[in-house]
Structure formats: C-alpha cells, structure tokens
T-cell receptor, first 111, second 114 residues
Framework: NAGVTQTPKFRVLKTGQSMTLLCAQD?????MYWYRQDPGMGLRLIHY???????AKGEVPDGYNVSRLKKQNFLLGLESAAPSQTSVYFC??????????FGEGSRLTVL | AQKITQTQPGMFVQEKEAVTLDCTYD???????LFWYKQPSSGEMIFLIY??????QNATEGRYSLNFQKARKSANLVISASQLGDSAMYFC???????????FGTGTRLQVTL
C-alpha cells in the first residue's frame, strides 16, 4: 500500500537552480495539495488541485508552480530556487472534505 | 480567513497519565471540520481524529478523544494512558465551508516520560 509517494526525499540546490518535486497517489483521490513546513510555523499551503487539469494558489504560492496533468500525479516546480525555499515539503491527497493523507516529505536545502 | 491557535509549544506527561493538548479556532463558516495529526520524529504526518461542526458527540478513536466546545471555539485533543510512543509533535487543523484544504496550527511537542 504505497499511499502518497514523494520523489525525491532529499535534494540540495544552489541558488537559481530549478527542480521539480513529484507526488504520486494511488488512492484515486480527487484533491491533492503541496504544503511546506518550517520550524515554528506549522504547515502552510503552497498550491492545491481539486481535480485533473486544475490548480489553485494557497497561502504561500510565490516562487512555485504546479501541474496536475494526471489524476494521480501533482508536480511542484521551483523555477529559480532561493534560500528562503529551504524547507520540508509535504504532498497530500484526499477525498472532498475528508482527512488529508500525507507523503513522507521531501527535504530541500537551497545554498 | 481561518485561524488555528495552539498556545502550548511543549508539554510533558508521565507514562500512563492523560494529557490535553489545546486548540482554538476561528472561522466565520457554520460548516467546518477539525482534525488532529501526529508527527513523530521520523517526520511523517499521521491523521488521528476528526470532528465535524455539526457532530453532536465528541469524536473518539481508541485512546484519542476530541473535546469539542463549539461556543468556546476549542477542539482540544485528549490522549488517555500516555505511552512513550506518543512522544511527537501534534498539529490541530481546520477546513472551513466547502473547501477541503486544511489550515494548520503551529503544533505542540509532547514528551512522554517514565
């Protein structure tokens, strides 16, 4: 039972580099989310999707882009990484109005 | 806008004792849901318990119960008979209205001692 899988688990980038985080879920959930977790700040929503082909901005969307080309996948892109984007990134998925199920997290460091 | 407040950065409890983790919320929506998640040191987010705003009874899941006081806008998590494995970060979260996205509090770190 894979649930929600995030790739990669760890990544170190230099300022200005780009990268993509991949999230895959096998629970047939309509909704998918990207959060970031920083010390003392809980989890903050970056972007989310309520279905294939749709995306919407969350609380902290600047510097990130997302795509949901397939129902089971939700990609988070950083076009030009900045040190402020050093964080742990969590992907989650859910049915409407029900609990979110999270991946294991991806730790990103931007030097 | 929705807001979740967890005022206890850290808590200690002795093994086998009960502990209450506080959570207050703010929303103008009449329909909302409250969630608690556990994050152990390994980092994953584990869903524990859910309470809907129209639920008349407090939610319970094994040793976890949610003390829901609507008038006070509080949704405290009660863990009974604490175990060493309960040591973790605990997050309260809320969804409001027809939105499924969750707003999280800043968390409470619980340490269970012998």
């Amino acid at each position: 039972n894979a649930g929600v899988t995030q790739t990669p688990k760890f990544r170190v980038l230099k300022t200005g580099q780009s990268m993509t985080l991949l999230c895959a879920q096998d629970m047939n959930h309509e909704y998918m989310y990207w959060y970031r977790q920083d010390p003392g700040m809980g989890l903050r929503l970056i972007h989310y999707s309520v279905g294939e082909g749709t995306t919407a901005k969350g609380e902290v969307p600047d510097g990130y882009n997302v795509s949901r080309l397939k129902k089971q996948n939700f990609l988070l892109g950083l076009e030009s990484a900045a040190p402020s984007q050093t964080s742990v990134y969590f992907c989650a998925s859910s049915y409407p109005l029900l609990a979110l199920f999270f991946g294991e997290g991806s730790r990103l460091t931007v030097l | 806008a929705q807001k979740i407040t967890q005022t206890q950065p850290g808590m200690f409890v002795q093994e086998k004792e009960a502990v209450t983790l506080d959570c207050t919320y703010d929303t103008s929506d009449q329909s909302y849901g409250l969630f608690w998640y556990k994050q152990p040191s390994s980092g994953e987010m584990i869903f524990l318990i859910y309470q809907g705003s129209y639920d008349e009874q407090n939610a319970t899941e094994g040793r976890y119960s949610l003390n829901f006081q609507k008038a006070r806008k509080s949704a405290n998590l009660v863990i009974s008979a604490s175990q060493l494995g309960d040591s973790a970060m605990y997050f309260c979260a809320m969804r409001a209205g027809t939105a499924s996205k969750l707003t999280f509090g800043t968390g409470t770190r619980l340490q269970v001692t012998l």
